[in-house]
């Protein structure tokens, strides 16, 4: 089936770091991939639509400059929390689609826990 | 956007019980309806899903109901485990999550 990596697992870093989550579709080519931010027994919330080869889509509220998206490739995308503080700690998932048709299932990778001092 | 609902947001049940959690949508355009599972730390993990021109489809114990004019679905779990104990998710059309219901199958 298939898979998605995510690394790191687990982050742990001091306030002001700058820190960058890669999403990989392992065995599929993945023209959109999702990223999500989840609190503590809360939903996933999308922050943004990643598509390859071109900006990525943000959710209302989302900061562009703090929440760096970058789809270089069919099979990564990275989020780079910039500036990271204490108020970005989360788990931050991502999913990725094979191909470009929306309406199918997502494969989602284990997971980021960011945990900022 | 779009506007996804879900409930209840706790459910507890006997083991060996039915559990029904409904989700409600805003989004007509709507014409996939999955549902997640996710354990505490983990992934979600698709269950079932159904697609705009069914009514209905199971899978063993799971089963997904649509009403489409309605703008709602609902997940079915008979037969109840502990190990359906988990947090279940709906995405209408893939990738904006529901609120999350939390299901206890008491042992």
């Known amino acids: 089936g298939a898979v998605v990596s995510q690394h790191p697992s687990r982050v742990i870093c001091k306030s002001g770091t700058s820190v960058k989550i890669e999403c990989r579709s392992l065995d599929f080519q993945a023209t959109t991939m999702f990223w999500y931010r989840q609190f503590p027994k809360k939903s996933l919330m999308l922050m943004a639509t990643s598509n390859e080869g071109s900006k990525a889509t943000y959710e209302q509220g989302v900061e562009k400059d703090k929440f760096l998206i970058n789809h270089a490739s069919l099979t990564l995308s990275t989020l780079t929390v910039t500036s990271a503080h204490p108020e970005d700690s989360s788990f931050y998932i991502c999913?990725?689609?094979?191909?470009?048709?929306?309406?199918?299932?997502?494969?989602f990778g284990d997971g980021t826990r960011l945990s900022i001092l | 956007g779009e506007n996804v609902e879900q409930h209840p947001s706790t459910l507890s049940v006997q083991e060996g019980d039915s559990a029904v959690i409904k989700c409600t949508y805003s989004?007509?355009?709507?014409?996939?309806f999955p549902w997640y599972k996710q354990e505490l730390g983990k992934r979600p993990q698709l269950i079932i899903d159904i697609r705009s021109n069914v009514g209905e489809k199971k899978d063993q114990r799971i089963a997904v109901t649509l009403n489409k004019t309605a703008k709602h679905f609902s997940l079915h779990i008979t037969e109840t485990q502990p190990e359906d104990s988990a947090v279940y998710f709906c995405?209408?059309?893939?990738?904006?999550f529901g609120t999350g219901t939390r299901l206890k199958v008491l042992a």
């Open positions: 999913s990725a689609l094979e191909g470009a048709v929306f309406n199918q299932p997502q494969h």
């Open positions: 989004d007509s355009a709507s014409n996939y």
């Open positions: 995405a209408p059309r893939g990738y904006i």
